[in-house]
């Protein structure tokens, strides 16, 4: 998040507007919610991560052990179990 002057983007009578409220604090206006994305979507680290959990419901479907697959993704046997187990 970068810091902008308001009187550089903002009306000035939008700026007087809102200093009826706030004066010489910072304010944070979030983006509307329909310009949202999911956490990773951006960088691809969502798919890189979705790619792992198929890979170790698919392991585990074909029997690996739930401390197995722990080891060897360096996850936690409760993480594993969260991955396996989830519904979709």
Known sequence: MKYV?????????LVKEIQKYV???TLYIPKPKA???????????????????????????NGK??????????LSSETIKKIVYKKH
């Open 5 to 13: 002057k308001a009187e550089s983007v903002l009306p000035q009578s």
């Open 65 to 74: 052990p739930i401390q197995e697959l722990a080891c060897e993704y360096y």
């Open 35 to 61: 310009e949202y994305r999911k956490w990773g979507s951006r960088s691809g680290s969502r798919r890189i991560i979705d790619e792992r959990n198929a890979k170790i419901k698919a392991a585990f479907s």
């Open 23 to 25: 004066q010489g604090e």
